[in-house]
């Protein structure tokens, strides 16, 4: 070939590399970690009523028993991430007389829910013991429910006076517990 031609080919050669240089689009990836913690939240609050005293002085409240007012009354929040359910149970079998070391059932002490929470169980209800603790609320995933325990005492047959139970300050502490379902 002839120089001539060469340096045209070579030319030609240059401009057409040239172009597909230029024409390229030019890319680059960067990668952006992203990550979610969802924290499983489960809040159970007693907010007032976190010590309920009945104290029987007279022969009607014997007869007859302590019905509920705001001073027998527990209140309780609960803020979940997930449905839930809250269950109740008092420790012992049974009131244990703390100075006779006397007994008294516990079905003595009554209770009903309240509270704008929802899925409360309804009706007075005996309280159990935590080896058979009763759900108390069933519910979805929410935040700040209120929820109202209600406590009467001697209130259902048999009446107080039938027991002939010793006089004593009779106790026993009751465990509320939230848990998922």
Do not use: C
């Amino acid at each position: 070939m002839h120089k001539p031609m060469k340096k045209l080919l070579l030319g030609a050669a240059m401009l057409l590399f040239a172009q597909v240089g230029f024409g390229q689009s030019v890319s680059d990836n960067a990668v952006i970690p992203v990550s979610v913690t969802l924290n499983s939240i489960l809040r159970l609050t007693v907010t007032s009523g976190g010590n309920i005293q009945f104290v029987v002085n007279t022969i009607d409240q014997y007869t007859n028993g302590i019905a509920n007012n705001d001073q027998y009354t527990s209140s309780f929040t609960v803020s979940s991430s997930r449905d839930f359910n809250v269950t109740m149970g008092a420790e012992d079998a049974d009131f244990i007389g703390i100075e006779t070391g006397a007994t008294m059932p516990l079905v003595n002490l009554q209770y009903t829910m309240g509270g704008t929470g929802g899925g409360a169980i309804a009706g007075l209800q005996p309280l159990l013991d935590i080896t058979a603790p009763e759900t108390i609320v069933t519910l979805a995933a929410g935040g700040g429910l209120l929820y109202e325990i209600l406590w009467e005492l001697g209130t259902v047959a048999p009446s107080l006076l039938t027991q002939s139970l010793d006089a004593d300050i009779y106790v026993t502490n009751v465990f509320l517990n939230l848990a998922p379902q």
